[in-house]
C-alpha cells in the first residue's frame, strides 16, 4: 500500500477557490483503480495549508492516475509544498 501525505501552501485568500477547483480531481481519484482514499482539505488552523491524504494500492495505480501532475493553473498557486510517499508494509487496527 501506497500513502501520499503532507501539506501544500497557497495565499490565504486563495486556498477556497484552489480546493473548489480540485473537487473533479477528487471525484476521478476516488473512481481510478487502485485508489483507496483521496482527500484535500483545508487547515483548521493555518489558512493558507492545505493538507493532502492518499492511499493507494500500488505504485502503478498512483502513476496511472497521477500522470503528468496538476495542471499549470493549479501548480502556479502552490507557493511551498511538503508532501511524501510511504510505503506501508502493514495494517492493524488502533
Given at each position: 500500500m501506497i500513502i501520499i501525505s503532507g501539506k501544500l501552501w497557497v495565499d490565504a485568500g486563495d486556498?477556497?477557490?484552489?480546493?473548489a477547483g480540485c473537487t473533479e480531481v477528487v471525484k476521478q481519484a476516488?473512481?481510478?483503480?487502485g485508489c483507496l482514499d483521496f482527500a484535500l482539505s483545508a487547515d483548521l488552523i493555518e489558512l493558507?495549508?492545505?493538507?493532502v491524504y492518499e492511499r493507494w494500492e500500488t505504485d502503478e495505480?498512483?502513476?496511472?492516475?497521477?500522470?503528468?501532475g496538476p495542471?499549470?493553473?493549479?501548480t502556479a498557486q502552490i507557493r511551498d509544498a511538503?508532501?511524501?510517499?510511504y510505503r506501508i508494509?502493514?495494517?492493524?487496527?488502533p
Open positions: 486556498r477556497d477557490a484552489y480546493l476516488r473512481a481510478a483503480a493558507d495549508r492545505i493538507n495505480d498512483l502513476a496511472r492516475f497521477r500522470g503528468a495542471e499549470p493553473e493549479q511538503e508532501v511524501s510517499k508494509s502493514g495494517v492493524e487496527a
